[in-house]
Nanobody
């Protein structure tokens, strides 16, 4: 069992930056791939980024590639999402998630691949 708690969301102007954190409790965090998803009002939850168990591999949605960076510190049981050059379209509730399936699988971008979810943190980007 893994419990996840996100933090670091807030209100930022377009072009600004935020760093989200995902604190994990429970055992064996390092055995789970980690993902970040987001959900805007009236829209489906969408994939943002994923990191392998070690953090050595990462995958990104095209919409955030080059602006966002996912990382993790397994010694601290914490994952991160650094978000730069934020746009109003990035406004959403951001969720971190953990999956026992490596991101090398073809479904790493699907929410159904992830067993554990945090409660979400709101990110609002003003124009």
């Amino acid at each position: 069992q893994v419990q996840l708690v996100e933090s670091g969301g807030g209100l930022v102007q377009a072009g600004g930056s935020l760093r989200l954190s995902c604190a994990a409790s429970g055992r064996f965090f390092s055995m789970y791939a980690m993902g970040w998803f987001r959900q805007a009002p009236g829209k489906e939850r969408e994939f943002v980024a994923a990191a392998s168990r070690s953090g050595g591999e990462a995958a990104y949605a095209d919409s955030v590639k080059g602006r966002f960076a996912i990382s993790r510190d397994n010694a601290k049981n914490t994952g991160y999402l650094q978000m730069n050059s934020l746009k109003p379209d990035d406004t959403a509730v951001y969720y971190c998630a953990a999956s026992p399936i490596p991101i090398g699988s073809s479904n790493y971008y699907r929410p159904g691949q992830y067993n554990y979810w945090g409660q979400g943190t709101q990110v609002t980007v003003s124009s």
